[in-house]
């Protein structure tokens, strides 16, 4: 158990519709990261939060939004679903910025 | 920008067989490498790490050294067990920035009895 916790384990949709994954950090850890793993592109880096600022964006769509809050759980929101945003989506968190990440089991996002 | 290759699988080997999985990166500054492993129906855990040139980084009988000359970081075991099956995903943080994580595409592994 990494100690990350991500609700829900599992999300069924439909296109055009949105959604929200959420996820707890580790206790202490101030560093969160969201991440895509699809067939195609593999696990990618889609954005990170420190201590509730944005920190860094990777590929991440202008239809996904992210927020993290005083409690430090963070929230990504995907909207206008369309079937190629199927995939796993992990968060992350760390203590710091240069410590290792810890994952959670991840979200599995399936688009009908 | 930055990327990390790995070699391709799945890769089968018998149990107690020798396993080396090749990992070659490309990045700016001085990334720290990681070997993360993820198990069917779970999320990625961290195998484990080396954050300079000629570090050794070891778990659970697992082992990779950071190659700053040949950009490398392969991971090894001398002797693999049927519960090592899973997939391996080398990857490297950026040391001048957010720290995000970039991978490779993964090798999948399968030991048989």
């Known amino acids: 158990d990494s100690g990350v916790t991500q609700t829900p384990k599992h999300l069924i949709t439909a296109t055009g519709q949105r959604v929200t994954l959420r996820c707890s950090p580790r206790?202490?850890?101030?560093?969160v990261y969201w991440y895509q793993q699809s067939l195609d592109q593999g696990l990618q880096f889609l954005i990170q939060?420190?201590?509730?600022?944005?920190?860094a964006k990777g590929n991440i769509l202008e239809r996904f939004s992210a927020q993290q809050f005083p409690d430090l759980h963070s929230e990504l929101n995907l909207s206008s679903l369309e079937l190629g945003d199927s995939a796993l989506y992990f968060c992350?968190?760390?203590?710091?910025?240069?410590?290792?990440?810890?994952f959670g089991d991840g979200t599995r996002l399936s688009i009908l | 920008g930055d990327s990390v290759t790995q070699m391709e699988g799945p890769v089968t080997l018998s149990e107690e067989a020798f396993l080396t999985i090749n990992c070659t990166y490309t990045?700016?500054?001085?990334?720290?490498l990681f070997w993360y492993v993820q198990y069917p129906g779970e999320g990625l855990q961290l195998l484990l790490k080396?954050?300079?040139?000629?570090d050794k980084g070891s778990n659970k009988g697992f082992e990779a050294t950071y190659r700053k000359e040949t950009t490398s970081f392969h991971l090894e075991k001398g002797s693999v067990q049927v519960s090592d099956s899973a997939v391996y995903f080398c990857?490297?943080?950026?040391?001048?920035?957010?720290?995000?994580?970039?991978f490779g595409k993964g090798t999948k592994l399968s030991v048989i009895p």
């Open positions: 992350a968190s760390s203590v710091g910025t240069n410590q290792p990440q810890h």
């Open positions: 206790s202490g850890d101030l560093s």
């Open positions: 939060y420190y201590n509730g600022e944005e920190r």
């Open positions: 990045a700016t500054g001085y990334p720290s």
């Open positions: 080396a954050t300079k040139a000629d």
């Open positions: 990857a490297l943080s950026d040391s001048a920035g957010s720290y995000q994580l970039t």
